[in-house]
Protein backbone atom coordinates (compact mmCIF):
# COMPACT_ATOMS: atom_id res chain seq x y z
CA UNK A 1 0.00 0.00 0.00
CA UNK A 2 2.84 2.60 1.04
CA UNK A 3 4.60 1.72 -2.04
CA UNK A 4 1.46 2.03 -3.94
CA UNK A 5 1.25 5.60 -2.35
CA UNK A 6 4.87 6.89 -3.52
CA UNK A 7 4.32 6.15 -6.86
CA UNK A 8 1.01 8.26 -6.95
CA UNK A 9 2.85 11.06 -5.34
CA UNK A 10 5.81 10.65 -7.50
CA UNK A 11 3.41 10.30 -10.48
CA UNK A 12 1.74 13.42 -9.47
CA UNK A 13 4.53 15.35 -8.33
CA UNK A 14 6.00 14.76 -11.86
CA UNK A 15 3.08 16.45 -13.05
CA UNK A 16 3.02 19.19 -11.06
CA UNK A 17 6.85 19.70 -12.04
CA UNK A 18 6.23 19.55 -15.81
CA UNK A 19 3.50 21.83 -16.01
CA UNK A 20 5.66 24.59 -14.02
CA UNK A 21 8.46 23.79 -16.10
CA UNK A 22 6.93 23.86 -19.84
CA UNK A 23 7.27 27.69 -19.90
CA UNK A 24 10.11 27.95 -17.87
CA UNK A 25 12.69 25.38 -18.91
CA UNK A 26 13.42 22.33 -20.35
CA UNK A 27 11.64 19.50 -18.01
CA UNK A 28 14.55 17.82 -17.71
CA UNK A 29 15.93 19.46 -14.05
CA UNK A 30 13.78 19.20 -10.11
CA UNK A 31 14.57 23.38 -10.16
CA UNK A 32 10.84 24.79 -9.85
CA UNK A 33 11.45 24.46 -6.10
CA UNK A 34 13.75 27.74 -7.28
CA UNK A 35 10.22 29.82 -8.08
CA UNK A 36 10.33 30.96 -4.65
CA UNK A 37 9.53 34.35 -5.36
CA UNK A 38 5.89 34.20 -3.81
CA UNK A 39 7.52 33.87 -0.54
CA UNK A 40 9.53 36.96 -0.94
CA UNK A 41 6.37 38.35 -0.32
CA UNK A 42 6.24 38.49 3.36
CA UNK A 43 9.46 40.67 3.44
CA UNK A 44 8.99 44.43 3.38
CA UNK A 45 11.15 47.25 2.55
CA UNK A 46 11.40 48.76 6.15
CA UNK A 47 14.70 47.43 7.84
CA UNK A 48 17.03 49.74 9.35
CA UNK A 49 20.26 48.92 6.81
CA UNK A 50 17.88 48.47 3.90
CA UNK A 51 19.02 50.86 0.83
CA UNK A 52 15.22 53.03 0.58
CA UNK A 53 16.28 54.27 -3.06
CA UNK A 54 19.04 51.55 -4.84
CA UNK A 55 17.41 48.43 -5.92
CA UNK A 56 17.74 45.11 -3.71
CA UNK A 57 16.10 42.08 -3.87
CA UNK A 58 12.80 41.72 -1.50
CA UNK A 59 15.11 38.61 -0.51
CA UNK A 60 18.19 36.49 -0.98
CA UNK A 61 21.20 37.20 -3.25
CA UNK A 62 21.66 39.06 -6.30
CA UNK A 63 24.87 40.33 -8.94
CA UNK A 64 24.94 41.65 -12.02
CA UNK A 65 21.79 43.71 -13.41
CA UNK A 66 20.71 41.74 -16.98
CA UNK A 67 18.75 42.23 -19.55
CA UNK A 68 17.99 45.83 -18.68
CA UNK A 69 15.53 46.81 -21.61
CA UNK A 70 12.70 49.47 -21.74
CA UNK A 71 9.27 48.44 -23.84
CA UNK A 72 6.06 50.02 -23.21
CA UNK A 73 6.01 51.86 -20.97
CA UNK A 74 8.27 50.40 -18.33
CA UNK A 75 12.00 49.98 -17.50
CA UNK A 76 12.73 46.11 -16.96
CA UNK A 77 15.56 44.93 -14.47
CA UNK A 78 16.38 41.01 -14.87
CA UNK A 79 19.18 40.39 -12.63
CA UNK A 80 21.37 37.36 -11.72
CA UNK A 81 19.97 36.11 -8.62
CA UNK A 82 20.07 33.31 -5.63
CA UNK A 83 16.88 32.09 -5.32
CA UNK A 84 17.79 29.73 -2.12
CA UNK A 85 19.94 32.03 -0.57
CA UNK A 86 21.89 35.15 0.48
CA UNK A 87 25.21 33.83 -1.28
CA UNK A 88 26.16 33.82 -4.41
CA UNK A 89 24.54 30.12 -6.30
CA UNK A 90 21.95 28.49 -8.55
CA UNK A 91 22.08 31.47 -10.73
CA UNK A 92 18.62 32.76 -12.18
CA UNK A 93 17.52 36.02 -13.35
CA UNK A 94 15.26 37.21 -11.24
CA UNK A 95 13.08 40.34 -12.37
CA UNK A 96 11.91 44.03 -11.40
CA UNK A 97 10.23 46.60 -13.39
CA UNK A 98 9.80 50.51 -12.93
CA UNK A 99 8.12 53.08 -14.79
CA UNK A 100 10.79 55.83 -13.75
CA UNK A 101 14.04 53.40 -12.59
CA UNK A 102 13.60 54.78 -9.31
CA UNK A 103 10.47 53.15 -7.85
CA UNK A 104 10.85 49.17 -8.51
CA UNK A 105 8.56 46.24 -8.29
CA UNK A 106 10.02 42.81 -8.31
CA UNK A 107 8.21 39.74 -10.15
CA UNK A 108 8.44 36.37 -10.11
CA UNK A 109 11.77 35.17 -11.13
CA UNK A 110 12.19 34.77 -15.15
CA UNK A 111 14.30 32.63 -16.28
CA UNK A 112 15.31 29.37 -14.24
CA UNK A 113 17.81 27.08 -14.31
CA UNK A 114 17.86 23.96 -16.51
CA UNK A 115 19.50 20.91 -18.04
CA UNK A 116 22.15 21.61 -15.59
CA UNK A 117 23.34 24.46 -15.73
CA UNK A 118 22.89 27.69 -14.47
CA UNK A 119 21.86 31.14 -16.28
CA UNK A 120 24.52 33.93 -15.83
CA UNK A 121 24.43 37.16 -17.40
CA UNK A 122 23.44 38.57 -20.61
CA UNK A 123 21.06 41.49 -22.31
CA UNK A 124 17.53 42.09 -23.89
CA UNK A 125 16.07 43.39 -27.01
CA UNK A 126 12.76 44.28 -27.97
CA UNK A 127 12.40 42.13 -31.70
CA UNK A 128 10.59 45.15 -33.51
CA UNK A 129 10.58 43.65 -36.62
CA UNK A 130 9.42 39.91 -34.97
CA UNK A 131 12.86 38.41 -36.56
CA UNK A 132 12.14 35.73 -34.55
CA UNK A 133 8.77 35.39 -35.95
CA UNK A 134 7.22 34.87 -32.49
CA UNK A 135 5.06 37.89 -32.10
CA UNK A 136 1.42 37.23 -30.39
CA UNK A 137 -0.88 40.44 -31.76
CA UNK A 138 0.44 43.96 -31.25
CA UNK A 139 2.82 42.98 -28.16
CA UNK A 140 6.84 43.01 -29.37
CA UNK A 141 8.47 39.80 -28.31
CA UNK A 142 11.22 40.47 -25.50
CA UNK A 143 14.49 38.63 -26.17
CA UNK A 144 16.98 37.58 -23.47
CA UNK A 145 20.09 36.49 -24.57
CA UNK A 146 22.43 34.83 -21.65
CA UNK A 147 24.89 32.47 -21.18
CA UNK A 148 24.16 28.70 -20.01
CA UNK A 149 26.99 28.08 -17.31
CA UNK A 150 27.54 23.85 -17.88
CA UNK A 151 30.14 22.68 -15.54
CA UNK A 152 32.08 19.07 -15.92
CA UNK A 153 32.66 19.78 -18.89
CA UNK A 154 32.91 23.87 -18.48
CA UNK A 155 31.61 24.17 -21.69
CA UNK A 156 29.59 27.36 -21.73
CA UNK A 157 27.29 28.41 -24.41
CA UNK A 158 25.04 31.11 -25.13
CA UNK A 159 21.72 30.54 -25.86
CA UNK A 160 18.04 32.69 -25.88
CA UNK A 161 14.97 33.06 -24.07
CA UNK A 162 11.67 34.99 -25.22
CA UNK A 163 8.54 36.60 -23.68
CA UNK A 164 5.42 37.12 -25.58
CA UNK A 165 3.47 38.82 -22.16
CA UNK A 166 6.18 41.65 -21.66
CA UNK A 167 8.58 39.73 -19.62
CA UNK A 168 6.02 38.24 -17.56
CA UNK A 169 6.97 35.02 -18.47
CA UNK A 170 9.39 33.50 -21.00
CA UNK A 171 10.03 30.70 -22.97
CA UNK A 172 13.59 28.87 -23.94
CA UNK A 173 14.26 29.50 -27.89
CA UNK A 174 14.94 25.68 -29.29
CA UNK A 175 14.92 24.36 -25.82
CA UNK A 176 17.66 26.25 -24.32
CA UNK A 177 20.31 24.95 -26.77
CA UNK A 178 23.04 27.16 -27.76
CA UNK A 179 22.33 30.35 -30.79
CA UNK A 180 26.34 30.73 -30.21
CA UNK A 181 28.50 27.39 -29.38
CA UNK A 182 31.26 27.12 -27.30
CA UNK A 183 34.12 29.22 -29.38
CA UNK A 184 36.97 26.99 -27.21
CA UNK A 185 37.56 29.15 -24.44
CA UNK A 186 35.81 26.50 -22.04
CA UNK A 187 34.24 28.60 -19.26
CA UNK A 188 35.60 32.12 -19.91
CA UNK A 189 33.44 33.06 -22.33
CA UNK A 190 30.34 34.49 -21.44
CA UNK A 191 27.80 37.67 -21.06
CA UNK A 192 26.43 38.29 -23.89
CA UNK A 193 25.29 41.32 -24.93
CA UNK A 194 22.97 41.20 -28.48
CA UNK A 195 21.04 44.55 -29.79
CA UNK A 196 19.82 45.50 -33.63
CA UNK A 197 22.26 47.36 -35.50
CA UNK A 198 20.33 49.57 -38.06
CA UNK A 199 22.75 50.39 -40.32
CA UNK A 200 23.85 46.85 -41.40
CA UNK A 201 20.09 45.59 -40.52
CA UNK A 202 21.75 42.90 -38.50
CA UNK A 203 21.49 41.41 -35.38
CA UNK A 204 25.27 41.96 -33.70
CA UNK A 205 26.62 39.84 -30.67
CA UNK A 206 29.56 41.32 -28.52
CA UNK A 207 31.19 38.19 -26.52
CA UNK A 208 33.54 38.61 -23.79
CA UNK A 209 35.42 35.43 -24.25
CA UNK A 210 39.20 35.10 -22.95
CA UNK A 211 41.43 37.15 -20.45
CA UNK A 212 44.59 38.17 -20.04
CA UNK A 213 46.05 36.17 -16.65
CA UNK A 214 49.41 36.49 -16.70
CA UNK A 215 51.90 39.34 -16.48
CA UNK A 216 53.93 37.45 -19.71
CA UNK A 217 50.52 37.56 -21.44
CA UNK A 218 49.38 41.60 -20.58
CA UNK A 219 52.89 42.61 -21.84
CA UNK A 220 53.75 40.24 -25.01
CA UNK A 221 52.93 41.77 -28.36
CA UNK A 222 49.55 40.18 -28.93
CA UNK A 223 46.87 40.34 -26.63
CA UNK A 224 45.21 37.35 -25.42
CA UNK A 225 42.24 38.96 -23.78
CA UNK A 226 39.36 38.83 -26.55
CA UNK A 227 36.03 39.72 -27.39
CA UNK A 228 34.12 38.14 -30.13
CA UNK A 229 31.50 39.75 -32.15
CA UNK A 230 28.72 38.02 -34.16
CA UNK A 231 26.37 38.89 -36.57
CA UNK A 232 23.18 37.23 -37.30
CA UNK A 233 19.53 37.78 -39.73
CA UNK A 234 17.40 35.82 -37.68
CA UNK A 235 18.90 35.34 -34.02
CA UNK A 236 19.32 31.62 -34.74
CA UNK A 237 22.46 31.74 -36.76
CA UNK A 238 25.47 33.72 -35.35
CA UNK A 239 28.81 34.44 -37.90
CA UNK A 240 31.49 35.45 -36.17
CA UNK A 241 32.51 39.00 -37.50
CA UNK A 242 35.65 40.22 -35.91
CA UNK A 243 37.75 39.97 -33.02
CA UNK A 244 38.70 43.13 -30.41
CA UNK A 245 41.91 41.99 -29.39
CA UNK A 246 43.19 43.88 -26.09
CA UNK A 247 44.32 42.45 -22.51
CA UNK A 248 41.65 45.02 -20.03
CA UNK A 249 38.83 43.40 -21.57
CA UNK A 250 36.92 41.21 -18.63
CA UNK A 251 33.22 39.72 -18.29
CA UNK A 252 30.14 41.43 -18.89
CA UNK A 253 31.00 43.64 -22.38
CA UNK A 254 28.26 46.17 -23.07
CA UNK A 255 28.71 48.61 -26.24
CA UNK A 256 26.34 51.68 -26.60
CA UNK A 257 26.52 54.65 -29.15
CA UNK A 258 26.17 58.16 -27.79
CA UNK A 259 26.26 61.64 -29.04
CA UNK A 260 29.27 63.48 -28.48
CA UNK A 261 28.74 66.37 -26.53
CA UNK A 262 24.71 66.19 -27.39
CA UNK A 263 25.56 66.03 -31.04
CA UNK A 264 23.36 63.31 -32.49
CA UNK A 265 24.95 63.79 -36.28
CA UNK A 266 28.61 63.02 -34.48
CA UNK A 267 27.93 59.89 -32.44
CA UNK A 268 30.64 57.50 -30.86
CA UNK A 269 30.69 53.55 -29.87
CA UNK A 270 32.03 52.89 -26.51
CA UNK A 271 32.39 49.80 -24.91
CA UNK A 272 33.19 48.75 -21.54
CA UNK A 273 33.68 45.57 -19.48
CA UNK A 274 32.56 44.18 -15.86
CA UNK A 275 35.35 46.84 -14.39
CA UNK A 276 34.22 49.85 -16.50
CA UNK A 277 37.30 50.06 -18.28
CA UNK A 278 36.13 51.69 -21.95
CA UNK A 279 37.59 52.27 -25.49
CA UNK A 280 35.90 54.95 -27.42
CA UNK A 281 35.73 54.34 -31.58
CA UNK A 282 33.99 53.66 -34.81
CA UNK A 283 31.76 50.41 -35.53
CA UNK A 284 30.50 49.33 -39.18
CA UNK A 285 28.20 46.61 -38.32
CA UNK A 286 31.14 44.31 -38.25
CA UNK A 287 34.13 45.81 -36.43
CA UNK A 288 35.19 48.11 -33.59
CA UNK A 289 38.10 50.67 -34.71
CA UNK A 290 39.50 52.70 -31.92
CA UNK A 291 42.65 54.79 -31.33
CA UNK A 292 43.35 53.84 -27.59
CA UNK A 293 41.98 53.09 -24.25
CA UNK A 294 40.88 56.01 -22.61
CA UNK A 295 39.22 55.56 -19.25
CA UNK A 296 37.52 54.55 -16.25
CA UNK A 297 33.37 54.70 -16.13
CA UNK A 298 33.91 54.74 -12.14
CA UNK A 299 36.54 55.05 -9.34
CA UNK A 300 35.12 53.34 -6.28
CA UNK A 301 35.53 50.42 -4.65
CA UNK A 302 32.02 48.83 -5.65
CA UNK A 303 30.62 49.28 -9.00
CA UNK A 304 31.09 46.13 -11.29
CA UNK A 305 29.37 44.56 -13.86
CA UNK A 306 27.12 47.49 -15.46
CA UNK A 307 24.33 47.61 -18.37
CA UNK A 308 22.36 50.40 -20.16
CA UNK A 309 18.65 49.69 -21.20
CA UNK A 310 18.23 49.12 -24.34
CA UNK A 311 15.54 50.55 -26.09
CA UNK A 312 16.03 53.58 -24.18
CA UNK A 313 12.75 56.11 -25.07
CA UNK A 314 14.25 59.37 -24.84
CA UNK A 315 17.81 59.34 -26.21
CA UNK A 316 19.24 58.98 -22.56
CA UNK A 317 21.78 55.94 -22.01
CA UNK A 318 21.37 54.82 -18.92
CA UNK A 319 23.42 52.80 -16.60
CA UNK A 320 23.31 50.81 -13.59
CA UNK A 321 26.16 48.61 -12.06
CA UNK A 322 26.02 45.73 -9.25
CA UNK A 323 27.52 47.23 -6.18
CA UNK A 324 29.93 44.47 -6.15
CA UNK A 325 30.72 43.60 -2.05
CA UNK A 326 27.77 45.75 -0.51
CA UNK A 327 27.84 42.62 2.46
CA UNK A 328 24.35 42.87 4.10
CA UNK A 329 24.47 39.88 5.47
CA UNK A 330 26.73 41.04 8.64
CA UNK A 331 23.99 43.72 9.23
CA UNK A 332 21.74 40.39 8.86
CA UNK A 333 19.28 41.68 6.49
CA UNK A 334 17.04 39.43 4.81
CA UNK A 335 18.70 40.11 0.76
CA UNK A 336 22.41 40.66 0.12
CA UNK A 337 23.74 43.12 -2.13
CA UNK A 338 22.38 46.13 -4.25
CA UNK A 339 22.03 47.98 -7.81
CA UNK A 340 23.78 51.45 -8.19
CA UNK A 341 21.48 54.50 -8.74
CA UNK A 342 20.76 55.05 -12.76
CA UNK A 343 22.96 56.94 -14.33
CA UNK A 344 23.06 58.94 -17.56
CA UNK A 345 26.14 58.00 -19.95
CA UNK A 346 27.20 61.25 -21.96
CA UNK A 347 30.51 61.85 -24.18
CA UNK A 348 31.89 65.23 -24.28
CA UNK A 349 35.12 67.02 -25.58
CA UNK A 350 37.61 67.91 -22.83
CA UNK A 351 41.01 69.32 -23.03
CA UNK A 352 42.37 65.54 -22.32
CA UNK A 353 39.52 64.50 -25.65
CA UNK A 354 36.41 62.73 -25.60
CA UNK A 355 35.77 61.31 -22.13
CA UNK A 356 32.44 59.36 -20.68
CA UNK A 357 30.36 61.78 -17.48
CA UNK A 358 27.41 59.95 -15.76
CA UNK A 359 25.15 61.73 -13.33
CA UNK A 360 21.69 60.35 -11.36
CA UNK A 361 19.06 60.49 -13.40
CA UNK A 362 16.57 63.04 -13.30
CA UNK A 363 13.68 61.17 -11.91
CA UNK A 364 14.99 61.32 -8.23
CA UNK A 365 13.75 64.34 -7.90
CA UNK A 366 10.91 63.15 -7.93
CA UNK A 367 12.01 61.82 -4.10
CA UNK A 368 12.99 65.14 -2.57
CA UNK A 369 11.18 66.23 0.45
CA UNK A 370 12.79 68.96 1.87
CA UNK A 371 15.67 71.29 0.20
CA UNK A 372 18.25 73.28 1.95
CA UNK A 373 20.20 75.63 -0.33
CA UNK A 374 23.22 77.72 1.49
CA UNK A 375 25.17 80.23 -1.24
CA UNK A 376 28.55 81.61 -0.55
CA UNK A 377 28.90 80.94 3.19
CA UNK A 378 32.12 81.33 5.24
CA UNK A 379 32.81 77.86 6.41
CA UNK A 380 32.10 78.27 9.80
CA UNK A 381 29.03 79.85 9.41
CA UNK A 382 27.89 76.99 7.71
CA UNK A 383 28.88 74.49 10.26
CA UNK A 384 26.24 75.97 12.20
CA UNK A 385 23.60 76.41 9.81
CA UNK A 386 24.30 72.62 8.90
CA UNK A 387 23.76 71.19 12.77
CA UNK A 388 19.56 72.21 12.13
CA UNK A 389 19.79 69.04 9.51
CA UNK A 390 18.19 65.80 10.80
CA UNK A 391 18.63 63.69 7.48
CA UNK A 392 18.28 59.76 6.73
CA UNK A 393 18.47 59.86 2.75
CA UNK A 394 20.24 62.37 1.16
CA UNK A 395 21.44 64.15 -2.56
CA UNK A 396 23.89 66.99 -1.62
CA UNK A 397 26.10 69.15 -3.31
CA UNK A 398 29.24 70.94 -2.61
CA UNK A 399 31.26 73.74 -4.68
CA UNK A 400 34.13 75.65 -3.49
CA UNK A 401 37.71 77.34 -4.86
CA UNK A 402 40.40 75.18 -3.65
CA UNK A 403 42.82 78.07 -3.66
CA UNK A 404 40.82 79.82 -0.98
CA UNK A 405 39.64 77.41 1.41
CA UNK A 406 42.17 74.60 1.12
CA UNK A 407 41.76 71.41 1.93
CA UNK A 408 38.18 70.60 3.43
CA UNK A 409 36.10 68.07 5.26
CA UNK A 410 32.55 67.24 4.45
CA UNK A 411 31.10 64.74 6.64
CA UNK A 412 27.48 63.28 5.91
CA UNK A 413 26.22 60.72 8.41
CA UNK A 414 29.97 59.77 9.84
CA UNK A 415 31.13 59.48 6.16
CA UNK A 416 33.93 61.41 5.86
CA UNK A 417 35.29 62.57 1.97
CA UNK A 418 38.02 65.14 2.09
CA UNK A 419 39.26 67.52 -0.37
CA UNK A 420 43.05 67.49 -0.99
CA UNK A 421 43.54 71.17 -2.46
CA UNK A 422 47.37 70.18 -3.41
CA UNK A 423 46.49 66.88 -5.34
CA UNK A 424 43.09 68.26 -6.59
CA UNK A 425 41.60 64.88 -5.45
CA UNK A 426 38.34 63.78 -3.10
CA UNK A 427 39.27 61.13 -1.18
CA UNK A 428 36.65 58.81 0.52
CA UNK A 429 37.69 56.40 2.55
CA UNK A 430 41.20 55.93 1.26
CA UNK A 431 40.05 56.24 -2.41
CA UNK A 432 40.91 58.73 -4.68
CA UNK A 433 38.61 60.94 -7.18
CA UNK A 434 40.43 63.00 -9.21
CA UNK A 435 38.49 66.71 -9.34
CA UNK A 436 41.01 69.14 -10.57
CA UNK A 437 39.33 72.76 -10.61
CA UNK A 438 37.24 74.54 -13.62
CA UNK A 439 37.79 77.89 -13.77
CA UNK A 440 38.84 78.08 -10.28
CA UNK A 441 36.19 76.05 -8.93
CA UNK A 442 35.72 72.08 -7.61
CA UNK A 443 32.10 70.37 -7.45
CA UNK A 444 30.85 67.32 -5.84
CA UNK A 445 27.27 65.47 -5.61
CA UNK A 446 26.72 62.87 -3.09
CA UNK A 447 23.86 60.47 -2.53
CA UNK A 448 23.78 59.00 0.40
CA UNK A 449 21.34 56.11 1.31
CA UNK A 450 21.52 53.29 3.79
CA UNK A 451 24.10 51.16 2.54
CA UNK A 452 25.98 53.24 0.12
CA UNK A 453 27.50 56.73 -1.13
CA UNK A 454 28.06 58.06 -4.58
CA UNK A 455 30.61 60.50 -5.55
CA UNK A 456 30.10 62.60 -8.74
CA UNK A 457 33.13 65.13 -9.26
CA UNK A 458 32.56 68.12 -12.15
CA UNK A 459 29.31 67.08 -13.06
CA UNK A 460 30.08 63.75 -13.24
CA UNK A 461 33.25 63.85 -15.04
CA UNK A 462 34.53 61.42 -12.37
CA UNK A 463 32.47 59.21 -10.40
CA UNK A 464 33.15 56.87 -7.67
CA UNK A 465 30.23 54.52 -6.22
CA UNK A 466 31.20 52.77 -3.03
CA UNK A 467 29.37 50.23 -0.30
CA UNK A 468 28.80 52.24 3.21
CA UNK A 469 26.44 51.71 6.19
CA UNK A 470 25.84 54.70 7.77
CA UNK A 471 25.18 54.56 11.62
CA UNK A 472 21.09 54.95 12.05
CA UNK A 473 21.58 56.99 14.98
CA UNK A 474 24.01 59.56 12.64
CA UNK A 475 22.26 61.90 10.73
CA UNK A 476 24.45 65.43 10.43
CA UNK A 477 26.05 66.88 8.13
CA UNK A 478 28.92 68.96 8.66
CA UNK A 479 32.14 70.57 7.00
CA UNK A 480 35.27 71.86 7.89
CA UNK A 481 38.28 73.55 6.63
CA UNK A 482 41.32 75.81 7.42
CA UNK A 483 41.27 78.29 4.39
CA UNK A 484 38.77 81.33 4.55
CA UNK A 485 37.25 80.38 1.46
CA UNK A 486 33.18 80.59 0.96
CA UNK A 487 31.25 77.47 0.42
CA UNK A 488 28.02 76.66 -1.96
CA UNK A 489 25.95 74.12 -0.58
CA UNK A 490 22.45 71.94 -1.50
CA UNK A 491 20.92 69.47 0.16
CA UNK A 492 18.03 67.38 -0.63
CA UNK A 493 16.55 64.91 1.60
CA UNK A 494 14.69 62.22 0.21
CA UNK A 495 12.27 59.96 0.77
CA UNK A 496 12.09 55.90 0.29
CA UNK A 497 11.24 54.71 -3.67
CA UNK A 498 9.45 51.32 -1.57
CA UNK A 499 5.54 51.49 -0.86
CA UNK A 500 5.31 51.98 2.39
CA UNK A 501 3.35 49.70 5.13
C1 LIG B 1 30.14 38.94 -13.27
C2 LIG B 1 29.83 37.47 -13.49
C3 LIG B 1 29.47 37.21 -14.94
C4 LIG B 1 28.64 35.97 -14.84
C5 LIG B 1 27.90 36.21 -13.55
C6 LIG B 1 27.56 34.98 -12.78
O1 LIG B 1 29.90 39.35 -11.97
O2 LIG B 1 30.94 36.68 -13.11
O3 LIG B 1 30.57 37.08 -15.80
O4 LIG B 1 27.80 35.81 -15.93
O5 LIG B 1 28.69 37.06 -12.76
O6 LIG B 1 26.75 35.26 -11.69
Not at 123 to 145: C, E, F, P, R, Y
Not at 369 to 390: A, M, V, W
Not at 442 to 447: E, F, N, S, T, W
Amino acid sequence: MKKRKDTLALVLAGLIAASLSSTLHASEEPVQDMQTFPSYLDVGYDQKHRPQFHFTSRKNWLNDPNGMVYYDGEYHLFFQHNPKGNRWGNMTWAHAVSKDMVHWEQLSHAILPYGGGMIFSGTAAVDHNNTLGKQKGDTKTLLASFTKAVHKPDRYYQALAYSTDKGRSFELFNEGKAIVPNQGFDRSERDPKIFWHEASKKWVMILYVKRAVTEADKRGPIAPGKVRFFTSDNLADWEVASDFDRNWVFECMDFVHLPVDGDLNNKKWLLFDASFDYEIGEFDGTTFTTDKKVGLGDYGKNYYAAQTFNNSPDGRTVVIGWMRHSDFNKARMPFNQQMSFPTTMELRTTPDGVHLFRWPVKEIESLYTKKHEFSNRPIEKLTTELSQIDADLIDASIEFEPKKTGDIDWTLRGLKVGYDADKQVFIYNGARLAAPAVNGKVKLRVLVDRGSIELFANDGAAVATHFALPDPKNRKISVSGKGSGIVSMVINELKSSWPQK
